[in-house]
């Protein structure tokens, strides 16, 4: 559920970071997003926006699907979506 949550939270940050930062929407933005172990570092545009830890054992998923999704109403569009695995 953290995960979840935490994407939703991060997209909901990207745009208001867009805005802060008087970039047009029309702009792409850069977002990266660390999974390692029982956290998460989400980069928004080369700044660290939120990181999270999952502290939560017993309902933590350590694998599963990734979705790319929007919450509420309007347009998002996704390119150039890269997944890779972190060396140890």
């Not at 980069?43 to 933590?60: F, K, M, Y």
């Not at 694998?63 to 979506?81: A, D, H, K, P």
């Amino acid at each position: 559920m953290i995960r979840k949550i935490t994407v939703i939270f991060l997209l909901l940050l990207a745009a208001a970071f867009a805005n802060a930062q008087n970039r047009s929407p029309e702009l792409w933005q850069q977002v990266e997003i660390i999974a390692r172990g029982n956290s998460l570092i989400h980069i928004l545009n080369g700044q660290v926006i939120t990181v999270s830890v999952d502290e939560d054992p017993a309902n933590r998923a350590p694998q599963g699907i990734m979705s790319l999704q929007l919450e509420g109403s309007g347009q998002v569009w996704y390119r150039n979506v890269y997944v890779r695995q972190l060396l140890q």
